[in-house]
């Protein structure tokens, strides 16, 4: 996908530090998301990738730096708040409440929403965006294949009309038919206009569906570009891409 | 085979009133992955406190349910508030079993003062009133206590299934970090679920009162039949608490009416070991976790 340029920034990391307990995981990130873009976080196990979106979230607190979203500094702010604010976490584990129907958990994503009609409304729009949700309405979550849950969590976080999702794996554990639908879906996301920060070990799917990509190390952003840009990078090509892999962009 | 089927119908009155019981007990453990030792000081609370009302005030017992329900949610929300959500969230499963064991002596001692350890129990001028149905006894204390377990069971059904705040109670105790992503507010949820837990406790006092002698020390051997119940229904399964609890009143009294009322008091820990050693999740306990 080509970048976004001269866009309006939605979301702004400027050197944050946090971690859990006295350890440091993240050690001076900077990063930034524009308006209806789609930025694609990739790095090895361990560099702090999901620690980023937890941060942005409100997860976790950052020990230092801050996180400003939509020209307000949001740092401090409860995870509620930020929800609040339009910011949609989807967490890698599956977050489906595998108990409760699919019409439930969409319902849950509308939560923090006090208007009946409104949710009933989003939810309405949620089921024609993703078929799924109406096909399987009142099966248990829990019963659904990996990649339905997956798309049911898609299909749950749009319930707020959020101006940032957060996907967190999204691809983790699916087989490849799966796969290649939830990233349809998730460019798809993008499409809308949302802002999509999205973190994936499957890095050369994850770099195809984003406008711009960053390389997390050790904690910090070691390099940044387009998603294109780092899919033909020698370097990130060996080390994410897999030894000898093709330095063009595939698609589906 | 009259006096089975006559031990089968107390069993199933006297199971009702343990579901209720335990359906707090199960909640409670549902959503904080506490196990509420003071479960059963709840219910004696509950017993003294129909007690009171009928005795100084002439309450009907089933009528006071209206008055020592709301009241012990309030308790059970403050209780919460003061006591285990001060509790790391990392050790809440083991500190909680010594904050609401010493919660339950703490009762015990209160009621100890308040009342004197002495055997009581209530009596309603229709304590003693039976019909008799093809045959068979029913007393109408017992089939009232039923009913009224019934009724509360249903409303904790309703409450979970059909609110926006049983949603969330379902949502904490399934997935409680998505249910925090979505927004749900966990320590106001397990605040108001540990407040339903002592309600549901307070509403089994009123009937236990009536059908059992008490003192402040019976909440050792309900919390023991309590965790039995629980533990037989697989943990976290209200719907699991219902059904073991009517098994464990029917053998219970089964093996009362049969073979003898001391081997009774066993029954419930003999099921227990038996259904532990061929099914260690409970009655329940794979099949409807996470379905509270």
Known sequence: MAANTDAEILLTLTDVTAGYGAGLILKGVDLSVNRGESVCLIGPNGAGKSTVLKTISGLLRPKSGTVVFAGTDISAMTSRQRLGRGIVHVPQDRSLFPGMTVWENVMMGGFILSDPNLVRRRMEEVADAFPIVAKRRSSAAGSLSGGEQKQVELARSLMLDPALILLDEPSIGLDPKSRTSVFASIAGLAKTGRSVLLVEQNARSGLAVAHRAAVLEAGVVALTGSGESLLNDPEVARLYLGAGASAHAPRS | ?292
């Open chain 2, 1 to 292: 085979m009259h006096a089975l089927i006559q031990a089968i119908i107390l069993g199933i009155l006297t199971g009702g009133v343990y579901a209720l019981m335990a359906s707090g007990q199960t909640l409670i453990f549902g959503i904080m992955k506490v196990v509420n030792l003071a479960q059963g000081a709840f219910v004696v609370l509950g017993a003294y406190l129909t007690y009171t009302l009928f005795v100084q005030f002439g309450m009907d017992p089933f009528a006071s349910v209206l008055i020592t329900t709301p009241l012990m949610f309030l308790v059970g929300v403050g209780l919460q508030w003061a006591l285990i959500r001060p509790l790391h969230s990392d050790d809440v499963a083991q500190l909680s079993l010594l904050v609401t064991f010493a919660l339950a002596l703490g009762v015990e001692g209160i009621l100890s003062f308040a009342y004197s350890t002495t055997l009581t129990n209530i009596q309603p001028k229709y304590a003693n009133f039976s019909w008799t149905v093809v045959g068979y006894q029913v007393n109408l204390v017992r089939f009232c206590a039923f009913a009224l377990s019934l009724v509360v069971l249903a409303v904790l059904y309703l409450v979970l299934k059909r609110t926006k705040f049983g949603r969330a109670v379902r949502a904490t105790v399934q997935n409680p970090m998505s249910a925090q992503l979505l927004g749900v507010n966990a320590q106001r949820v397990s605040a108001l679920g540990f407040g339903l837990g002592a309600a549901t406790a307070a509403s089994a006092g009123s009937v236990f009162g009536m059908l059992n002698a008490f003192n402040p020390g019976s909440h050792y051997d309900l919390i023991s039949r309590l965790l039995t119940v629980v533990v037989l229904g697989g943990l976290g399964s209200i719907g699991g608490s219902v059904v073991a609890a009517l098994v464990m009143g029917v053998a219970s009294s089964v093996v009362s009416a049969m073979a003898s009322p001391i081997w009774s008091d066993f029954t419930f820990f003999i099921v227990l070991l038996l259904v532990l050693l061929l099914r260690p999740r409970g009655l329940f306990g794979a099949r409807t976790r996470g379905a509270l």
